[in-house]
C-alpha cells in the first residue's frame, strides 16, 4: 500500500559524492521520521541519517560533517547528499519511513528496496 523507491546510488571514487533520493508513495495520511540506513554483507543494518517532520536531522558518528540529509514533505522525498565519500561508506542504503495509512490507523514502518553505493577507486 505504501511504496518506497530510491535512487541515485552507483560506483565513485574516494572523496567523490552521490545524492540519494526516495520517493514515498501511496495511501500515506501522514509521514512523520524518515531515514537513510546502510548495510554490508554479514554485519546488521545501522542508521545513517534521520530526520523528522520538523527537520530535526540526526547522523551516525562516522558520517557526520560529510552526509546531509533532507526532505520535502509536499513531494513526500527524502534525500541524502553524500560528501567527502570513503571506501568504508560501501554498502547497499535503504530508505526508511514511518508512516500512518489513516487517522486511527498506528504507525508503521516500510522501507525501500535498496540501492547500492560502492566507493572505490
Known amino acids: 500500500q505504501v511504496q518506497l523507491v530510491e535512487s541515485g546510488g552507483g560506483l565513485v571514487q574516494p572523496g567523490g559524492s552521490l545524492r540519494l533520493s526516495c520517493a514515498a508513495s501511496g495511501s500515506i495520511f501522514s509521514m512523520s521520521a524518515m531515514g537513510w540506513y546502510r548495510q554490508v554483507p554479514g554485519k546488521q543494518r545501522e542508521l545513517v541519517a534521520s530526520?523528522?517532520?520538523?527537520?530535526?536531522?540526526k547522523y551516525a558518528d562516522s558520517v557526520k560533517g560529510r552526509f546531509t540529509i533532507s526532505r520535502d514533505n509536499a513531494k513526500k522525498t527524502v534525500n541524502l547528499q553524500m560528501n567527502s565519500l570513503k571506501p568504508e561508506d560501501t554498502a547497499v542504503y535503504y530508505c526508511n519511513a514511518l508512516v500512518k495509512v489513516g487517522l486511527l490507523k498506528p504507525v508503521d514502518d516500510y522501507w525501500g528496496q535498496g540501492t547500492q553505493v560502492t566507493v572505490s577507486s
Open positions: 530526520i523528522t517532520s520538523g527537520g530535526v536531522a
